[in-house]
Every structure is written in C-alpha cells, then in structure tokens.
C-alpha cells in the first residue's frame, strides 16, 4: 500500500514537472516568434496568438484565491492581478508582477494602455465596440473591483480572467459572465496593436 502511495504521488510530481516544461517550452517558442516579427502589425498578430493559444491554455482550471500568487500555471492558487501580470511577464513583459498585481484594476488599465484606455458603463456597449473593433485582438479590462483580459475572436468576446465566483481562471463567453456584468465601470485597453506597449518589450523598458 505504502509502495503504490509512493506510486502515485511521484506520478503527480512528474505530471507537474513535465506540464511546467511544456509550458515553459511553449511560452519560449512564442517569445522567439515574437522577436522574430518584422513589423508592428505581424507582432501583434504573433503575440494574439501565442496568449491565447501558448499561454491562457495552460491557466485553464487554475484555483483562484484573493491572496493567490502561483507562478506556474496549475499549481497553487492566483489572484485575478496576478494572472494578468503574470502571464504578461512570462511573455516577455519587463515588468514586477507582484506590485503590478497589487494596484487596482484602473491603475493596471493605465500601465499598460495609458492614454488608449478606453471608459463604458454598459456591459453590452463594450462588447459592441469590441465587435466592431474586428477580431484577433486582445484587451486588458478593468471592472470595479476585478481585472482581466478580453479575447475577440470568430465574432464573439471572451473574458479570460482568475475568477473569484467559479473559483478558477476561465474562459467565458463575455455576455454571459456573471463577473464581467457584476461591475458598474469598465475601463479598457488594447494590448494588441499597442505600438508604445510593444516598444517597451523589444528594448526590455521596464513595464512596472
């Protein structure tokens, strides 16, 4: 009995390890592409890309919790500003994520979006105007008390964020998130198609 314990709980640790490493191997096969982008515009095709299908994908299912600060997606739990300046920086991003998480949701908006951002009251109107921006575009947003990211893509809007009402990060569609609607404010920005924001990547100017 003590021999399969052992069995089983080395089996987790090397599911765990061999996860961390695809992961890793993912992310770095990303940030080489990104490098490798000749222009502003295929940059921000390749980093849409490599967030949604390098970097959220792994996020999937993590735990949530207030005072969360996981590292490697899977394990131990994150807070809603840690999965965003978290992911932001194992893409690349110069940045402390540890303070960046720990300002509020408008103030992270401003970091990395500043004069971009962009303010609604409405849950439908952001998502119209996301609509109408086109897809393939990737949004950080902030709700009064909760942070997240806005996916387009295929005509829909997905929030991407640490929830604390399911408990774990999700990909939702955005119209019919419970924490996406449960704000009075909503203030956005683009991160792709962000000249400024992709500058301070490629010369490693330090984010926050």
């Not at 940030?31 to 970097?55: E, H």
């Amino acid at each position: 009995m003590q021999k399969l314990l052992l069995v089983i709980v080395f089996s987790i640790i090397y599911s765990l390890v061999l996860a961390g490493g695809n992961y890793k191997a993912k992310v770095q096969s990303s940030i080489n592409s990104l490098k490798s982008a000749k222009s502003d515009s295929l940059m921000s095709q390749v980093f849409y890309k490599s967030m949604t299908d390098s970097v959220f994908p792994d996020w999937m299912g993590t735990p949530w919790d207030f005072n969360g600060i996981s590292n490697v997606p899977g394990q131990g739990m994150i807070a809603c500003g840690y999965f965003v300046s978290t992911t932001l920086k194992h893409i690349g991003f110069n940045l402390n994520r540890y303070k960046m998480a720990q300002q509020a949701a408008a103030v992270v908006i401003n970091i990395l979006c500043g004069e971009g951002k962009v303010q609604f009251t409405n849950k439908s109107s952001v998502i119209n105007a996301l609509k109408l921006n086109g897809n393939n575009r990737l949004y950080v947003v902030g709700l009064d008390f909760h942070v997240g990211f806005l996916a387009v893509e295929y005509g829909e809007v997905y929030f991407i964020h640490s929830d604390y009402y399911l408990g774990k990060v999700v990909k939702e569609v955005a119209s019919k998130s419970v924490s996406f609607a449960s704000t009075n404010t909503y203030v956005f920005g683009e991160i792709t198609n962000n000249v400024v924001l992709f500058n301070k990547w490629k010369n490693g100017i330090k984010v926050y």
